[in-house]
């Protein structure tokens, strides 16, 4: 077989870039105590590193009885395993991903009970797109700058909480509702397409139904509306006040196949899209240039592709700063300088 396909799955998992299929096979690995030369391997390197990092063996050890726990909860068996040999492999594995950015966060505390349940975290960092898939079959896809929190198994209803946009396309059960909980909404499902933005920096928090039915409710557990598929319902995070119309459905899913699409929207939303989707910070030097809106698809376009297209239908010009390091020796975000483009001004004056 072939060694970097073989432990292919071990790698994802550490990367934080795993699947739930790819989860079971590094946890029957571990739980098994099998030989595997190429993951025995991978594991040496992983710990040798891990003791060039100063880890005390006190967090070390709080990550091996979470994770023997976990292993108790989901086979219900005594694990007879030595326990040094499954304490190094389980912290290598899970350490890595914490020092990572994409985190596999694996929580504990000190008074735990066997009864809690261990939890995964999947983080998506800023200009990137992840796609993931939950231990129920549901899959979907973390938009960028989002996170993802759910249980490493579903044990009665399937809640997932969210922070920022993700698309889900929920398998059925009907004896178990699917959830999305964000900071104002509780999303309730059995199976069905439908995005959920919830940016703790946006104004408000949109639900958009692709498919099938969901029921929206505030996270206290007020009922908002049940929507249709074509629908979007808004709740604005300072007033709670809360809007249902009708969409355009691409507009709000097409990121998910690395599209970037505009029907009829404001410089404003524009700004934010463009912000988190090339990972840069936007300056509007002139509040003249809102009331334009952009009707535009695009796909695989650099941002200066994208900035030139759009100077098309509105006045403007663009300056990008050149990016430099700062004190830690780091480089700063890319930032963009939007003006108005008094030059071209007049072509657009009705």
């Known amino acids: 077989m072939d060694e970097n396909k073989n432990i292919e799955p071990l790698k994802r998992y550490t ?23 190429d993951w025995d391997k991978a594991m040496g390197e992983q710990w040798n590193e891990l003791l060039t990092q100063k880890r005390t063996a006190n967090a070390l050890e709080r990550v091996y009885e979470k994770m023997n726990r976990q292993i108790r909860i989901e086979k219900q068996v005594e694990t007879r395993r030595s326990w040094m040999q499954l304490f190094q492999k389980v ?17 504990w505390n000190e008074n735990y009970t066997y009864e809690e349940q261990a939890e995964v975290v999947i983080t998506c960092p800023i200009g990137v797109r992840t796609q993931f898939q939950l231990p129920d079959g549901t899959s979907g896809y973390l938009q960028s700058g989002s996170s993802l929190k759910y249980p490493a198994q579903f044990a009665h209803d399937r ?23 964000t900071e104002n ?53 300072k007033t709670n006040k809360f809007q ?11 990121w998910i196949d690395g599209k970037l699409v505009f029907r009829n929207e404001s410089f404003s939303n524009v700004i934010t899209r463009l ?12 509040d003249q240039l809102l009331q334009y809106t952009f009707r535009a698809t695009f796909k695989d376009e650099s941002l200066d592709e994208v900035l030139n297209l759009l100077m098309i239908t509105a006045p403007f010009t663009y300056e990008i700063e050149k990016r430099e390091k700062n004190q830690n ?8 300088w939007i003006k108005i483009d008094d030059s071209r001004l007049v072509d657009f004056i009705n």
């Open 185 to 237: 909404l509780k999303v309730n499902v059995l199976g069905t397409r439908f995005n959920v933005s919830a940016y703790s920096d946006a104004e408000k928090e949109e639900v958009v139904l692709e498919e099938g039915k969901v029921e929206v409710n505030t996270h206290r557990g007020q009922f908002l509306e049940i929507l249709s598929p074509n629908e979007k319902l808004t709740m604005n995070q």
């Open 275 to 286: 912000e988190r989707w090339y990972n840069i910070d936007i300056e509007l030097e002139n």
């Open 159 to 181: 809640d997932v909480h969210l922070s920022g946009e993700a698309f889900f396309d929920v398998k059925k059960d009907r004896g178990r509702t699917f959830s999305v909980l």
């Open 15 to 37: 990367e934080g870039k795993y699947s739930y299929n790819d989860y079971q096979k590094v946890k029957d690995w571990i739980v098994s105590g099998e030989k595997n030369a």
């Open 91 to 107: 912290a290598a594995i899970l350490i890595l991903p914490i020092v990572a950015c994409f985190a596999v966060y694996v929580g």
């Open 244 to 254: 249902v119309e009708e969409i355009e459905i691409d507009q709000y899913i097409a």
């Open 329 to 336: 020796n780091e480089y700063n975000k890319k930032k963009v």
